[in-house]
């Protein structure tokens, strides 16, 4: 079965420090793989997909087809950072994304 | 330009009572989708339209769910004898196909049965 784990729900780093948000996922195929970001009083949006392989706001996330993993990473974290992040799989040529429950990050000053 | 918008931005409603949830894509995009986010439960995908062709119903909880897209555009998700656990917020997003493109979401609807 299709399925995104984020094992964390809450994560609290302080300004300044490296984050890593854990994302595992299930899938027997290859999948396309996503991070969708949402700040207080925002609408949920997308941050970064794997095919793009690009950093967005300072964010990589590196697809291990081994550990089957793409976790999210920055190196130094930031206040504005602070927002809930979902990691989410979308099945080769398909259109359905299954969404993790989601990670509150939490940058303290 | 106008992103996706969503209404009524809450709703509180008696338990057995019907509602409905309205969504106005982004105009020009093709596809249409349906999300639950109930509290610590990630989203959840309930429907999914694309242009003229039989929408995926499959994440549709049960047969109190209905939805329907006029005109390939407005869509509006359909509860029938709500039920508390039908509390949740109820996100719209749409792109421009169906075929791996960004989804863009609406500000959702949060639904209260009481």
């Known amino acids: 079965a299709q399925r995104v784990t984020q094992p964390e729900k809450l994560l609290s780093v302080f300004k300044g420090a490296p984050v890593e948000l854990k994302c595992n996922y299930s899938?027997?195929?290859?999948?396309?793989l996503f991070w969708y970001v949402q700040y207080s009083r925002q609408r949920l949006q997308l941050l970064l997909r794997?095919?793009s392989r690009e950093s967005i706001k300072g964010f990589t996330a590196d697809l291990n087809k081994g550990e089957t993993s793409f976790h999210l990473k920055k190196p130094f974290a930031q206040e504005e950072d602070s927002a809930m992040y979902y990691c989410a799989l979308l099945n080769t040529g398909g259109f359905k994304t299954i969404f993790g429950a989601g990670t509150r990050l939490f940058v303290k000053a | 330009g106008a992103g996706v918008s969503q209404s009524p931005s809450n709703k509180v409603t008696e338990k057995g009572k019907d509602v409905e949830l309205r969504c106005d894509p982004i105009?020009?995009?093709?596809?249409l989708y349906w999300y639950r986010q109930s509290l610590g439960q990630g989203l959840e995908f309930l429907i999914y339209?694309?242009?003229?062709?039989?929408?995926?119903k499959s994440g549709l909880p049960s047969d109190r769910f209905s939805a329907e897209r006029t005109g390939g555009s407005v869509s509006t998700l359909t509860i029938q004898r709500t039920q508390q656990e039908d509390s949740a917020v109820y996100l719209c997003?749409?792109?421009?196909?169906?075929?791996?493109?960004?989804?863009?979401f609406g500000p959702g609807t949060r639904l209260l049965v009481l």
């Open positions: 899938y027997s195929g290859s999948p396309e």
């Open positions: 339209f694309q242009g003229n062709s039989a929408p995926d």
């Open positions: 794997h095919i």
């Open positions: 997003a749409s792109s421009r196909s169906g075929n791996q493109e960004t989804q863009y």
């Open positions: 105009s020009g995009h093709t596809a």
